[in-house]
């Protein structure tokens, strides 16, 4: 039960786009704190994919991007290819807990 | 280019303490706060502790507080995790991240490989 709530699992064909959500309370996202997302392949450490709700480092490519509103976040990959298939996790700032995560969404593509 | 690198896990029993590890190098190590986050076997990320650039600002998960010790010494650009009393939930990948203040919120740019760490009779 993680403090951040995102979709288990989420899926596309090649070629579609995908959006996974993440949902917060009051005292996160609700707050105005920044959301941020990660990519975890299989068997690797996190990557940073968006930072600042949707901002993406150099060598992220714009087939991510990342939104925020209210208590929610969203981040929407557009043309799946197959080694888009990882873990994303979403992050933010929560002003009991400190630094929370989503519990992660496995994207599996078809 | 930036490398976090972790060390000192291992398989310990419960109750029992380790000590992680944490070099840092091609950046400036004492500009960054610093964060250790794990991940149990096939579970999503947990945030554990973070550290501010001086050290004089910490703060710990509550599932760890009171039994780690985050610390780091930046003239050997080092982070440091002591874990004592060990619990067998304590099973996870440490990864050591360096941590980037924003103006509402932190995030984590750079993340180590990790380092497992066993807690089992």
């Known amino acids: 039960q993680s403090v951040l709530t995102q979709p288990p699992s989420v899926s596309g064909a090649p070629g579609q786009r995908v959006t996974i959500s993440c949902t917060g309370s009051?005292?996160?996202?609700?707050?105005?704190?920044?959301v941020h997302w990660y990519q975890q392949l299989p068997g690797t450490a996190p990557k940073l994919l968006i930072f600042?709700?949707?901002n993406r480092p150099s060598g992220v490519p714009d087939q991510f991007s990342g939104s925020k509103s209210g208590t929610s976040a969203s981040l929407a990959i557009t043309g799946l290819q197959t080694e888009d298939e990882a873990d994303y996790y979403c992050?933010?700032?929560?002003?009991?807990?400190?630094?929370?995560f989503g519990g992660g969404t496995k994207l599996t593509v078809l | 280019q930036v490398q976090l690198v972790e060390s000192g896990g291992g398989l310990v029993k419960p109750g029992g303490s380790l000590r992680l590890s944490c070099a840092a190098s091609?950046?400036?190590?004492?500009?960054?706060?610093m964060s250790w986050i794990r991940q149990a076997p096939g579970k999503g990320l947990e945030w554990v502790s973070y550290?501010?650039?001086?050290?004089?600002?910490?703060y710990y998960a509550d599932s760890v507080k009171g039994r780690f010790t985050i610390s780091r010494d930046n003239a050997k650009n080092s982070l440091y995790l002591q874990m004592n009393s060990l619990r067998a939930e304590d099973t996870a990948v440490y990864y050591c991240?360096?941590?980037?203040?924003?103006?509402?919120?932190?995030?984590?740019?750079?993340w180590g490989q990790g380092t497992l760490v066993t807690v089992s009779s």
């Open positions: 009051s005292s996160n996202i609700g707050a105005g704190y920044d």
């Open positions: 991240a360096r941590g980037v203040i924003a103006a509402r919120g932190y995030y984590f740019d750079y």
């Open positions: 992050q933010s700032y929560d002003s009991s807990l400190r630094g929370v």
């Open positions: 091609g950046f400036t190590f004492s500009d960054y706060y």
């Open positions: 600042g709700n949707n």
């Open positions: 550290i501010s650039s001086s050290g004089t600002t910490i």
